[in-house]
């Protein structure tokens, strides 16, 4: 009776947990935010071949300035993808939120959020023109380092705050101008508007103005300083990752797509990295980080979110039930390019108490192994953003540029993890032997 109220009490808290993290999934901004990362994640994959175009095969047949004519192909790559993630970043957030919200013109929204950015840029910038050797003031443009990397918490930021003041605005029907008449739709929409976009960039501009002034400094690098560094370092500490990620992973096990978590508090810092990372590889200075979101994805996602090809290559070699085999002979071809829905609910591992703990604890051993390895220098740094369905092994050579000891140290890892999800899938297997046996009784 005491054992039965027990397992009615972890339930009840599992239910309540997952709850949560399913309404903190699906909060509107949080949910805007992952929609707008999906929607110019293309741009990032491009920005990662031509990374890796440029430095590792032009380099192979081509010299001197004929290898610096081919780069700038790459190179004007870097400037319309990488250099301006920021400045993409806000209005395509500003659409998403938007729409999501259900505003009858994220269009307009996504203006707004682009102009907002605008806004807050730097009054001056500090450049060094060319042959120069010291830098001087100017006025009157804009620079890739506020626009790009470092810019992109603030395309966040600005993007949800800017989108949530107009749309706000927009509902109070005082602000409304209805100019009547037979007009077209577009032309009634934009004086219906009109009001509150004329409040919500005065205000990003009365904030922008206030702190030049008073503050001698700019929206863009108190964000920066204040939010995205601090958030960042944490964020993407080894700790700190490994945290949030198993967390997002738990969910998984419980049902909830990893992304509630990995999605909202993790992808952006982590591509915040990543992309510096890139940056700095196609500029040949010195790579400043180990952890970004591919490093993640490449060592402590094979096969898929638990690196789940593991037990793939254990239920081949080792079990002896026919469903178990049937599943991973259905789940083999997807695995090998990261996609493991069919293993995670038709083995399964939702759900299945034995299996959650490998599935949890294998990208942390993946990820320490591979940081490792990273940190004493044995292996390249990640510097090419590759598509995360990339399979196994070839992720590890062209995330690295080309290091084949990355290829070792993942062949390594998936090793160590088909030994680890080994007693685990036997213990599995008992117990779902033991149910089917009990179901047969009935």
């Known amino acids: 009776m005491d054992n039965s109220a027990n397992k009615s009490k972890g339930k009840k808290i599992l239910d309540k947990f997952s709850d949560f993290s399913a309404r903190v999934g699906n909060e509107v901004h949080l949910r805007s935010l992952r929609d707008a990362f999906a929607t110019i994640m293309p741009l990032f994959i491009l920005a990662g071949l031509a990374v890796l175009i440029n430095n590792v095969i032009f380099p192979f047949f081509a010299a001197g300035q004929h290898l610096t004519n081919l ?9 319309g993808t990488l250099n301006i993630a920021g400045l993409v970043l806000a209005p395509v957030i500003g659409y998403t939120l938007a729409k999501n919200k259900g ?16 806004i807050v840029m730097p009054f001056t910038i500090n450049l060094v023109p060319v042959g120069a050797k010291k830098a001087v003031n100017i006025s009157g443009a804009l620079d890739f380092s506020n626009l790009g990397t470092t810019g992109m918490f603030a395309g966040i930021i600005i993007g949800l705050v800017a989108t949530e003041v107009f749309i706000r605005l927009s509902k109070i029907k005082h602000l409304k101008i209805n100019i009547g008449g037979n007009v077209p739709p577009s032309v009634s929409a934009s004086f219906s508007d009109m009001i509150p976009v004329i409040i919500t960039l005065s205000f990003m501009a009365l904030l922008s103005s206030l702190l030049l002034v008073i503050g001698k400094t700019n929206l863009i690098a108190l964000i920066t300083n204040l939010i995205q560094e601090p958030l960042r370092r944490f964020n993407t500490s080894l700790p700190g990752m490994l945290f949030i990620y198993s967390c997002g992973n738990f969910l998984f096990t419980l049902g909830i797509h990893k992304t509630v978590i990995n999605g909202t508090l993790l992808d952006p810092v982590l591509l915040i990295n990543m992309n510096k990372n890139m940056a700095a590889y196609a500029a040949h200075k010195a790579i400043p980080y180990i952890l970004t979101n591919t490093f993640r994805d490449t060592f402590g996602m094979i096969g898929g979110t638990g690196s789940t090809i593991c037990l793939l290559i ?55 192994i591979a940081y490792f390895f990273t940190s004493i220098g044995w292996m390249s740094r990640v510097v090419v953003f590759i598509p995360w369905t990339t399979p196994p092994l070839l992720s590890a050579y062209l995330a690295t540029a080309g ?6 140290v ?27 046996s009990l179901e047969n009784q009935k």
């Open 71 to 79: 780069q700038f192909w790459g190179n004007m790559v870097t400037n």
């Open 103 to 118: 505003f009858n013109n994220p269009l307009l929204a996504s203006v707004i959020a682009l102009s907002s950015l605008i």
């Open 314 to 368: 254990a239920i081949f070699i080792f079990s002896k039930q026919r469903a178990s085999k049937n599943v991973a002979s259905l789940s083999g071809a997807p695995g090998l390019f990261n996609i493991n829905e069919p293993v995670i609910f038709g083995y399964p591992i939702v759900f299945n108490i034995p299996m959650m703990i490998p599935f949890v604890l294998q990208p942390v051993i993946g990820i320490l």
């Open 403 to 408: 290091d084949w000891r990355a290829v070792i």
């Open 410 to 436: 993942q062949l390594l890892i998936i090793i160590i993890g088909v030994l680890f999800y080994l007693p685990f899938m036997k213990i599995s297997e008992r117990v779902m032997a033991r149910e089917a």
